[in-house]
């Protein structure tokens, strides 16, 4: 382990036997209490916590659920309140538009995709972000030629944890895409299949006729039965309302 590791080990321990130690003296001002009775703790409110207990509008209830909201590479929330809603519109029409979903399965994988790259196009802004902070923090008390090493230094952790969040957010990406790819080919293949025309049964016989080798002869069979004369007349006497010479 490095001495940072090891530092911030040690911390984490003593705090974990301060919380210990409040709360064993917690329950030692419990115990000395008399059977039945109730502590000041318990009788008394603070006028802050009387007014506690969250927003109560549904505007509030909105605005506090974007607290914890910083980057949007994680979560639900795709969009961020600074980002362009129309820019984001045709972004997403245009991998729409580009992989031609069919279903609720294929779009819900686009909207996926879109979203997902979405994500990953504001990294390097967010990068250029922190470089400009740096710059500004930094600037008046650093050497020019090593203001860029000082700034990473400075944000090594947000650095780490936006390369972080690339690999995270291009793998699954990448996942998504070859499930798309893997769906439209499946139904590409059904639809084929369903559209495919049965061949009829005497193709065999016209291939036949075709060839070098075939002879009239052998189409007699093809040929249909030559009807007889005097049932011919009748059909057509009937037909015309004329009567018959049978």
């Given at each position: 382990m490095t001495a940072r590791q090891i530092r911030r080990a040690a911390e984490r321990k003593a705090r974990k036997e301060a919380i210990k130690n409040a709360r064993k003296a917690e329950n030692s001002r419990t115990l000395d209490t008399e059977p039945g009775s109730v502590s000041d703790r318990n009788r008394t409110t603070h006028p802050s916590q009387a007014r506690a207990g969250g927003p109560r509008t549904e505007a509030?209830?909105?605005?506090?659920?974007?607290?914890?909201?910083?980057?949007?590479?994680?979560?639900?929330?795709?969009?961020?309140?600074?980002?362009d809603r129309a820019r984001y519109q045709q972004h997403l029409t245009h991998y729409f538009h580009f992989w031609k979903p069919v279903g609720e399965h294929e779009c819900a994988l686009v909207q996926l995709i879109a979203d997902t790259w979405w994500r990953l196009l504001r990294i390097p802004c967010l990068e250029a972000a922190l470089f400009a902070k740096g710059h500004h923090e930094l600037a008046s008390e650093c050497d020019p030629?090593?203001?860029?090493?000082?700034?990473?230094l400075k944000y090594e952790k947000q650095f780490r944890?936006?390369?972080?969040?690339e690999r995270r957010l291009s793998n699954y990406a990448a996942r998504l895409k070859?499930?798309?790819?893997?769906?439209?080919?499946?139904?590409?293949?059904?639809?084929?299949?369903?559209?495919?025309?049965?061949?009829?049964?005497?193709?065999?016989?016209?291939?036949?006729?075709?060839?070098?080798?075939?002879?009239?002869?052998?189409?007699?069979?093809?040929?249909?039965?030559?009807?007889?004369?005097?049932?011919l007349a009748a059909s057509l006497a009937h037909s015309s309302g004329l009567p018959s010479n049978r």
């Open positions: 509030g209830k909105a605005i506090s659920s974007q607290n914890a909201l910083k980057t949007a590479l994680t979560g639900r929330t795709v969009l961020l309140p600074t980002d030629n090593l203001l860029r090493l000082e700034i990473y944890n936006l390369a972080l969040q070859a499930e798309l790819e893997e769906v439209k080919g499946q139904r590409q293949t059904e639809d084929e299949a369903a559209n495919d025309v049965p061949e009829f049964e005497f193709s065999a016989a016209l291939d036949h006729i075709d060839s070098p080798d075939f002879s009239p002869a052998e189409t007699d069979s093809l040929q249909p039965d030559t009807p007889d004369p005097a049932l």
